[in-house]
């Protein structure tokens, strides 16, 4: 029986883009070494299945790649994280909530919102949040690789929706606000029903790029950002650093 070529070449370009996100329609062609309209037709393709997202012409994997490890591979935020959430959250009562970067958006992957009492609205797995309005997108984007960041920005400044004005002055000034986030460790940031705020903190890898966002969610009437912070960054942080070095062991066992 002959091979459907068309899925083995559309196959080809996910396994160039598994092994490095961001990459150019040319490098792409190149790499698989199909000719440019063949590889541009399979990423019109890919893009519409919503496998990939293409930002300011380079092309990024999204989140919805992961489900077709599902069966071969367990996943990392199940596996890994969720055990160690669960024992901040049981430890703090507040919500806790871990995001991953997926194309343009901070995309919830775990959380444990239905073991907290303290919850405004649940927030539940697949939730779709703003790379600049939230304090998750926003610790997301400043450890992100340098050119992974600058793309991601240019490209969400130029979106018409789904960016607040406060997202986009954010966005304009997002060299700054990297910095001190990065200085200080942490981000915090009131959310959008203006009930809640959100303490977030960064997942690294060893390069010290985040692979996802670990945030907390209280209630602005029941304390202010400042006591927040004295509170529970030190737990917040802990727990991340747990996830990391849990993480890394499971990525050297794989390998």
């Known amino acids: 029986m002959a091979n459907v070529e ?7 370009i ?10 150019s329609l040319t490098e792409l062609a190149e790499g698989s070494g199909l000719p440019r309209g063949t590889a541009y037709r399979m ?7 919503g496998l990939v997202e293409r930002i300011q012409n380079r092309y990024w994997i999204t989140q919805k790649v992961r489900t077709l490890s599902h069966g071969f591979d367990d996943d990392w935020a199940c596996e890994v994280a969720r055990p160690i959430m669960r024992e901040l959250g049981r430890s703090v ?26 919850v405004f609205s649940e927030t539940k797995p697949g939730y779709r949040m703003s790379m600049l ?21 240019d490209y969400l400044r130029c979106q018409p929706e789904g ?12 060299d700054t606000i990297s910095g001190v986030i990065r200085t200080r460790g942490y981000d915090v940031l009131p959310m959008p029903h203006g009930r809640q705020s959100a303490l977030a903190v960064p997942v690294v890898d060893a390069s010290g790029h985040a692979v996802a966002a670990l945030a907390l969610r209280y209630f602005n009437s029941a304390m202010r950002h400042s006591d927040a912070v004295e509170r ?13 070095e849990s993480l890394g062991h499971r990525d050297g066992a794989m390998h």
């Not at 996910?14 to 990459?23: A, C, F, I, S, V």
Request: hydrophobic letters at 40%; aromatic letters at 6%.
């Open 6 to 12: 068309s899925v083995i070449r559309g196959l080809e």
């Open 14 to 23: 996910l396994r160039l883009l598994n092994m490095r996100t961001g990459q």
């Open 43 to 49: 990423l019109f393709t890919l893009e519409n299945s």
């Open 93 to 118: 009562h507040w919500p806790v909530t871990l995001s991953e970067q997926s194309g343009s958006i901070a995309l919830v992957r775990e959380t444990t919102d239905a073991e907290s009492t303290l």
């Open 133 to 153: 309005d939230t304090a998750s997108g926003r610790v997301l984007l400043a450890y992100a690789p340098e050119r992974k960041q600058r793309t991601l920005i």
């Open 163 to 174: 960016v607040s004005p406060f997202g986009r002055t954010c966005g304009e000034e997002f």
């Open 232 to 244: 529970f960054l030190g737990p917040l942080t802990a727990t991340a650093a747990r996830i990391s």
